[in-house]
């Protein structure tokens, strides 16, 4: 009879859960690195406006320090977001390695409970082989005792034909 592992389906459940945290927190990386592509696109606008405000009028000037002292505050805006988003991320992962650490206890069990099955296994093979090997010694034994007796008869009948022949 094949190994049934009686926590199978507890086992599949956490399976799945962990492969939908899996999701969970590549979704959450996605979110991030998005976030990353947004303050990188800011620090580029922040630097593009620093070096058309080098070549521009004077009389733009008020308007160029309007516009990057508002891009700053979108950079710090991002990097906040950003740090929110990597809060939740850190938590994502976190709830990964507890679903990981749930599943491997799950399969170190059911491997310690597979091994048992192996040996219980083993053991009835053996307790059957031995009790083969001991009903072919005891048919071996009965049929030598058959032999024997056979011989004792044949023995005892010939001594007996001999000795009524003698008494003749």
């Known amino acids: 009879m094949p190994f049934v592992y009686r926590l ?11 492969e939908e945290q899996l999701m969970a ?6 979110a991030v690195h998005e ?20 070549t521009a009028d004077f009389r733009m000037m008020e308007y160029y320090d309007k516009y990057l002292h508002h891009l700053w505050d979108k950079a710090d805006a991002l990097e906040a977001e ?11 992962k976190q709830k990964l390695v507890k679903c990981e650490q749930e599943v491997k206890v799950l399969e170190k069990h059911k491997e ?3 091994d048992a099955y192996i040996e219980e ?17 005891f048919i071996r034994n009965r049929e030598e ?6 011989e004792i008869q044949k023995i005892i009948e010939e001594t007996e034909a001999e000795g009524i022949e003698e008494w003749k």
């Open 121 to 137: 296994e083993k053991k009835e093979e053996l307790k059957r082989f031995s009790e083969i090997g001991v009903q072919r010694f």
């Open 112 to 114: 310690k409970q597979k």
């Open 35 to 54: 976030q990353e592509e947004r303050i990188r696109q800011n620090e580029a606008e922040i630097q593009q406006t620093i070096e058309s405000k080098k």
């Open 8 to 18: 199978q389906k507890i086992l599949d459940f956490r399976i799945r859960k962990k």
């Open 25 to 30: 927190v590549l979704k959450a990386q996605q």
């Open 82 to 92: 950003r740090q929110r988003l990597q809060a939740i991320l850190d938590e994502e």
């Open 145 to 150: 005792n058959e032999e024997l007796e056979a």
